[in-house]
């Protein structure tokens, strides 16, 4: 009876040794996942270092968009606007006038 009692006590501390080590194990797995996972706390961070730069972008190009359409705006409504348009892009001139244009590459010594 010794002997039963004896090895029923061992039996029972090794199962408790084991659940010991697997929830640790556990809990090291689980732990491992939060932060190294495929939506842990790494995966988080880049997220939203993305989502930062994609907002920055947004605003920049917001802010371009505005820009154009004033820019368009003016071109439609005032007719001088055209003019300095035409005259800037395609190099048209008055009757009488005479532009010059210098090579890119000739205007530093």
Do not use: W
Request: aromatic share 8%.
């Amino acid at each position: 009876m010794f002997f039963i009692r004896s090895a029923g006590r061992a039996v029972f501390g090794a199962r408790r040794r084991i659940a010991t080590c697997a929830v640790l194990v556990l809990a090291v797995v689980l732990g491992f996942h939060v932060i190294f996972g495929r939506n842990g706390v790494i995966a988080y961070r880049a997220k939203r270092s993305q989502l930062q730069d994609l907002r920055q972008q947004s605003v920049t190009l917001q802010g371009e968009n505005r820009q154009l359409k004033n820019h368009v705006d003016r071109l439609t409504q005032d007719p001088d606007a055209v003019e300095h348009e035409a005259r800037e892009a395609l190099h048209y001139t008055r009757p009488g006038e005479v532009i010059y244009t210098l090579p890119a590459g000739r205007l530093r010594p």
